[in-house]
């Protein structure tokens, strides 16, 4: 069975760092591109950052830009998500979802869905 | 960037009705939208993706279509367990953007 594992939320201060980190089993973690996905309180999803299966290439929303970095290590089957300036704003549950897709053993970020998410991680960034 | 529009933001049907949602891509994606269903309080879960393909495991009363920049999600007999958020979103290239989610609810 496929599963991920969100760890690393919690209360941080504004302007602060946090790093989250999401462990995959049941599959070939380095044959999939992964993505951060954010859902403020009350409020919709939002595609946050992705990268490529071997690493090699990473996106990022315009929100997140400059501020966040996403990375991997496939001998550790994990992701990770490095958070920095923190803002009131960046306030979410934070899901890791896998990039599926079909017809090929290797799927990229792009034309590939999300299936299946992580149970998230919750980020709070107060005072 | 292209940007994703749903309608209704939300919905009230009675059980047995046929629901349909509907997305709209500013620039064509080709069939490259998938379709989520978000249950109060839990993790997305799949619903459709290539526009057209149901994931597996999933009712066949749903059903996506569409290609280009309209796309629909519909509920052919709405049940109680339906009631949930739904979101489309492209993945045709980043960014992968969401629509803002349909609230679907009972009447």
């Known amino acids: 069975e496929v599963q991920l594992l969100e760890s690393g939320g919690g209360l941080i201060q504004p302007g602060g760092s946090l790093r989250l980190s999401c462990a995959g089993s049941?599959?070939?973690?380095?044959?999939?591109?992964m993505s951060w996905v954010r859902q403020a309180p009350g409020k919709g999803l939002e595609w946050v950052s992705g990268i490529s299966g071997r690493g090699g290439t990473t996106y990022y929303a315009d929100s997140v830009k400059g501020r966040f970095t996403i990375s991997r290590d496939n001998s550790k089957s994990t992701l990770y998500l490095q958070m920095n300036s923190l803002r009131a704003e960046d306030t979410a549950v934070y899901y890791c979802?896998?990039?599926?897709?079909?017809?090929?053993?290797?799927?990229?970020?792009?034309?590939?869905?999300?299936?299946?998410w992580g149970q998230g991680t919750l980020v709070t960034v107060s005072s | 960037d292209i940007q994703m529009t749903q309608s209704p933001s939300s919905l009230s049907a009675s059980v047995g009705d046929r629901v349909t949602i509907t997305c709209r891509a500013s620039q064509g994606i080709s069939s490259y939208l998938a379709w989520y269903q978000q249950k109060p309080g839990k993790v997305p879960k799949l619903l459709v993706y290539a526009a057209s393909t149901l994931q597996s495991g999933v009712p066949s009363r749903f059903s996506g279509s569409g290609s280009g920049t309209d796309f629909t999600l519909t509920i052919t007999s709405l049940q109680p367990e339906d009631i949930a958020t739904y979101y489309c979103q492209k993945y045709d290239s980043d960014p992968l953007t969401f629509g803002q989610g349909t609230k679907v609810e009972i009447k």
């Open positions: 049941g599959f070939t973690f380095s044959n999939n591109a």
């Open positions: 979802a896998r990039a599926s897709c079909v017809g090929t053993s290797t799927c990229y970020t792009g034309g590939s869905w999300f299936d299946p």
